[in-house]
């Protein structure tokens, strides 16, 4: 009998074990009454040896009598194994280690600005105490604004729910839910990132109709849903649909009608993209362009976290380079070279915004301000939040002799962005 339950429990543990990459509710504990001396560096060293550390986060206490850690590992059983130094006595507290479960919540529709910082604050208005935010990358999707809080205690989720839910701030109504790894839903977008989508062109848009689009291309597999765009005032013949299919191979084969008739039009018939990749698109153009001298109205920012979005670019050139919102004629994230393109109204707004955010402070790096080759050339990268607790911690050092790059003066800048 013992053999058994010892068998099922390592077969629940294994099945943890797997499902860890995707549930950090399996991998992470929260260990509370931690001295108030306690850092990133002392949580480190007490639970190092139950496993790799993939991340910590430190905060003090409602009370602020003591401290609070949420330690994530990067497998359920090291996390069980944090849970044996619950009631170690450290100095004159009986420190209590417990796995965070059901103390997440989901919070979306916050103010385009709001940073970890700020969303830190707003919790903190209503007396709930967080262990961390987590912000989602921006690499593939650069209109993503929401973001996972995990709180010190069970009940304050349901706290968080009822104070902030729906409340108004800066004109967004917040939404705000208990997160549950369980019921994730599937992304609305799906059929087009899994190239199951065509988009259909030059529809004649007074004789093609949803229904008419379903007896054409239902013969190439199950549609899951057919959207042709209403634009309120738009009085074009020529109008344009969207078919998603259950399955990819026959979105493929509904690519066989590009360049036939229908209702008396040529259509055109291709995959459907996503709106990120359209604007790549653009960026390759601009990239493709960095030797020209004709982009003097264009700066590159960098290194840039993949969790900045445009309106914190936005406010960081207006507030820094004190420039209109109507200077900025268009911002483009570009994560994989670690920066963004800012497409300016002229060559002078350039220049300002050069010689007032080059080696500026932002969001814990210091950004460089530059052209278009400059972006490409860059082989800076922003520091991690993991890479900024080793070096608070001692466990990076930069070597004495390193070496660095002359910053540019601002005759430099005069020199590059007027002729002078």
Known sequence: ??????????????????????????????????????????????????????????????????????????????ALSALTKSHKQISNNEIEVTMLENSTLWITNFPPRFNHRELR???????????????????????????????????????????????????????????????????????????????????????????????????????EHIKIPKKPGYKDMNTYAFISFTDQQAAYQALETN??????????????????YLERQDVKKLLNKAHSKDNDYIISLFPLSDKVNKIHIQQLLQERATINEQDIRKIYLI????????????????????LALNGIPFQNSTIHCGTIFDLLNNTKKPKTQEHRQQENEGLLRVP??????????NDDFRKMFLGK
């Open 1 to 78: 009998m013992k053999r058994h339950l010892d068998e099922e429990a390592s077969h629940v543990s294994k099945k943890r074990n797997e499902q860890s990459t995707r549930n950090r509710e399996l991998t992470t504990v929260v260990a509370s009454n931690l001295p108030k001396s306690y850092n990133q560096g002392k949580v480190r060293r007490l639970f190092k040896d139950c496993g790799v550390i993939s991340h910590i986060d430190v905060c003090e206490s409602a009370d602020k009598n003591c401290r609070l850690a949420r330690v994530e590992f990067t497998k359920y059983d090291e």
């Open 259 to 276: 360049g036939t008739q229908l209702e008396g039009s040529i259509i055109s018939v291709g995959l459907a993209d996503r709106k990120a």
């Open 400 to 409: 004495e002799h390193q070496s660095t790059k002359k910053q540019l003066s």
């Open 121 to 223: 604050d707003l919790f903190k208005s209503v007396g709930i105490t967080v262990l961390s935010v987590r912000l989602p990358s921006l690499r593939f999707n650069a209109n993503r604004r929401f973001a996972y809080v995990d709180v010190s205690k069970t009940r304050e989720v349901e706290k968080a729910i009822t104070s902030l839910n729906s409340k108004e701030v800066e004109g967004y109504t917040l939404v705000i839910k208990q997160s549950n790894p369980l019921e994730k839903s599937k992304r609305t977008d799906a059929s087009v990132w899994e190239r199951r989508e065509v988009l259909i062109r030059n529809l004649d848009s007074n004789k093609v109709t949803e229904e008419r689009l379903r007896q054409h291309y239902s013969k190439y597999g199950n549609i």
């Open 335 to 354: 994560t994989d070279l670690h920066g963004s393109l800012v497409i300016l109204k002229d060559s002078r707004v350039a220049a300002k915004c050069s």
